[in-house]
């Protein structure tokens, strides 16, 4: 079984700063993980995903997130934020066939950007 | 990339009713498809999954004769919620998957009156 802690229901930061959101998962074996955004109303879009490659991840829109095995953690950061950042943002966790799997999403973090 | 569709985007029934929801991959197949219910300001929970050819595997705690599933083809799932009722009110959203991704429809807002 897995699950997925996302660690703060919403997050504020001025336009131009860092972006951090905060991931952590369990799973009994080694996961795949996925960040989504959702802009309301819509559906959801991949920003990045880790597949047991490389730790470091880069995504979309300036997104990228790392891979900390001991520490299970998946955060995702942007070094600059943008209004258009403005959305939820889901982390979630897929435990096999390479994400090919129903996946298990985090409570999501809101993220608002302040001008 | 894959795209998936979603038809109707939006709906309002009458309570005791029931509606179909369609998920469609667009230009890939799919002999899996999920299907995942959202409430307000909440996460997505997987419902159950669609497997072509064969009964949908359903999560624990989601009642599978309310929530009927159909996988008709490769490309077409239907989600099929039956005498509906308020508390169905959600927001449903299908995904299928596709060389280690999922794509995810845009999702359908069924409300019951």
């Known amino acids: 079984a897995q699950s997925v802690t996302q660690l703060g229901s919403h997050v504020s930061v001025s336009e131009g700063a860092l972006v951090l959101l905060r991931c952590n998962y369990s799973?009994?074996?080694?996961?795949?993980l996925f960040w989504y955004v959702q802009y309301p109303n819509q559906g959801l879009q991949l920003l990045l995903k880790?597949?047991?490659?490389?730790?470091l991840v880069k995504g979309i829109n300036g997104f990228e997130a790392e891979f900390k095995k001991s520490e299970t953690s998946f955060h995702l950061t942007k070094p600059s934020a943008h209004m258009s950042d403005a959305a939820e943002y889901f982390c979630?966790?897929?435990?096999?066939?390479?994400?090919?799997?129903?996946?298990?999403f985090g409570k999501g973090t809101h993220l608002i950007i302040q001008p | 990339g894959a795209v998936v569709s979603q038809h109707p985007s939006r709906v309002i029934c009458k309570s005791g009713t029931s509606v179909k929801i369609e998920c469609r991959s667009l230009?890939?197949?799919?002999?899996?498809m999920f299907w995942y219910r959202q409430f307000p300001k909440q996460s997505l929970m997987l419902m159950a999954t669609?497997?072509?050819?064969?009964?949908?595997?359903?999560e624990q705690g989601v009642e599978k004769d309310k929530f009927l599933i159909n996988h008709a083809s490769l490309t077409l799932s239907t989600l099929t919620v039956t005498s509906a009722h308020p508390e169905d009110s959600s927001f449903y959203i299908c995904?299928?998957?596709?060389?280690?991704?999922?794509?995810f429809g845009p999702g359908t807002r069924l409300t019951v009156t």
């Open positions: 669609s497997n072509e050819g064969s009964k949908a595997t359903y």
């Open positions: 995904s299928a998957p596709s060389l280690s991704e999922q794509y």
């Open positions: 979630a966790v897929s435990a096999g066939r390479g994400g090919a799997d129903g996946l298990t």
């Open positions: 880790y597949t047991s490659a490389a730790t």
């Open positions: 230009d890939f197949q799919a002999t899996t």
């Open positions: 799973s009994s074996v080694p996961p795949y």
